[in-house]
Each structure stands twice: as structure tokens, then as C-alpha cells.
């Protein structure tokens, strides 16, 4: 497809088990990024991956929290030991445009709706 | 680091009304300003920007102004649609910062037929 592609598209978990969410960014999108939406809330930063360079990970709120980005294509989010606090809706995103540029055109998948119970 | 308000966070129009969304940002260092439009079940899109070299942009019914000494823009729907309801989110970044963006809280718009 053309877009941001993530999955699932819904999941739930216990609270303590681990979880990984997937996303497929748009081909040839350089910069990748992760961000968090609790319910009736903005936006919250978590991540950004740009090529090859170390990722901006000031945003993510715990250190059960990592990702990673494998052949500058598809990253992967996991939660370890999950809480009920992390239920919201993961939200990827890729941009064309790297650091410096200020283009800042993000373009978001639908998002992995997650559920700690 | 930036932090970004929106005001309101819900609004209601009757359709053909006008609409209006405020932002205030605190960097002012951040020069790029992006509006989102999300609707249910969706991630955000991407429906219209402005930089801070420009004060005004407008792309047919929508419209963005930028004030930088009072550092706050808003975003302007004109003649409101039925399919103009969603949740419009402000977002603020500036080049140091790569393409990080900062988002406001969010504005639930419902246009009532």
C-alpha cells in the first residue's frame, strides 16, 4: 500500500506481559516516528528514527518502553510488563524529510489500539 | 521544551458557520505549524501549514493565520461541512528539532446539519 501501515490494529493484553507493535512506514520515507494518544487526548511524542543516526528517544515515559527500526524500513515498538496506564492508541508515523529540513509533513498510519486489562 | 495549548477543546457549528481554532506555543524558536485532522478510527492528516516567514495561508475553505510576537495561530473554516466534523489537532516544531513535532490537545468539531 501507499500509506503508514501498522499492526495490529487492535490489541489486548494483561497487565504484565510484554507487547510489540509493528509499522510499515511509506517506502522511501527516511524519518520514522512513534507517538502515543491516550483517550480524548493530544498527541504525545515517544520516538524518532532518521536514517542511520541515533534515535531521538527523550520521549518515551518509562524504561519498559524501546524500539527499534530494522534496515531503515520497519520499526518495532515494545512494551514490556505492561500497565493499565499504557492503554492508547500507538501512533506511527513516516516523513520524506529528515533533521534540518523543518518540513515537518508527517504522515500517520491508523494507529494499534492497545488494551492492558 | 515546546509546549503547545489549543483552544477550545470541543466546538459546535451549525453547518455553513464559520469555525475557529486557536493555538499558543511557548518556543519561540519553532517555525513550522502544521493542522491535523483526525477522524474516528484514523490517524492524523495532514490538512494544512504555515511557516513562520509567511503570516497567512489560505487553501480554499481553510485558512491559517500566524502571529509570532504573540506566538499563536489558528486555524479558520469557512462555510462548514457535515464531513468538516472531527478532531483538529495544532502542532509546533522547529528545525533544531528535526521534524519533531509538538501537538496541542486536540479540538472535537461537530457541525450540525
Known amino acids: 500500500g501507499a500509506g503508514v501501515s501498522q499492526s495490529p490494529s487492535n490489541k489486548v493484553t494483561e497487565k504484565g506481559k510484554d507487547v510489540e507493535l509493528r509499522c510499515d512506514p511509506i517506502?522511501?520515507?527516511?524519518?520514522l516516528y512513534w507517538y502515543r494518544q491516550s483517550l480524548g487526548q493530544g498527541l504525545e511524542f515517544l520516538i524518532y528514527f532518521q536514517g542511520n543516526s541515533a534515535p531521538d528517544k527523550s520521549g518515551l515515559p518509562s524504561d519498559r518502553f524501546s524500539a527499534e527500526r530494522t534496515g531503515g524500513s520497519v520499526s518495532t515498538l515494545t512494551i514490556q510488563r505492561t500497565q493499565q496506564e499504557d492503554s492508547a492508541v500507538y501512533l506511527c508515523?513516516?516523513?520524506?524529510?529528515?533533521?534540518?529540513?523543518?518540513?515537518?509533513?508527517?504522515?500517520f498510519g491508523s494507529g494499534t489500539q492497545l488494551s492492558v486489562l | 521544551g515546546e509546549n503547545v495549548e489549543q483552544h477550545p477543546s470541543t466546538l459546535s457549528v451549525q453547518e455553513g458557520d464559520s469555525a475557529v481554532i486557536k493555538c499558543t506555543y511557548s518556543?519561540?524558536?519553532?517555525?513550522?505549524f502544521p493542522w491535523y485532522k483526525q477522524e474516528l478510527g484514523k490517524g492524523p492528516q495532514l490538512i494544512i501549514d504555515i511557516r513562520s516567514n509567511v503570516g497567512e495561508k489560505k487553501d480554499q475553505r481553510i485558512a491559517v493565520t500566524l502571529n509570532k510576537t504573540a506566538k499563536h495561530f489558528s486555524l479558520h473554516i469557512t462555510e462548514t461541512q457535515p464531513e468538516d466534523s472531527a478532531v483538529y489537532f495544532c502542532?509546533?516544531?522547529?528545525?533544531?528539532?528535526?521534524?519533531?513535532?509538538?501537538f496541542g490537545g486536540g479540538t472535537r468539531v461537530l457541525v450540525k446539519p
Open positions: 508515523a513516516s516523513s520524506l524529510a529528515g533533521p534540518g529540513t523543518g518540513s515537518g509533513k508527517l504522515f
Open positions: 517506502s522511501g520515507h527516511t524519518a
Open positions: 502542532a509546533a516544531s522547529r528545525k533544531a528539532a528535526g521534524n519533531k513535532l509538538t
Open positions: 518556543d519561540s524558536a519553532s517555525n513550522y
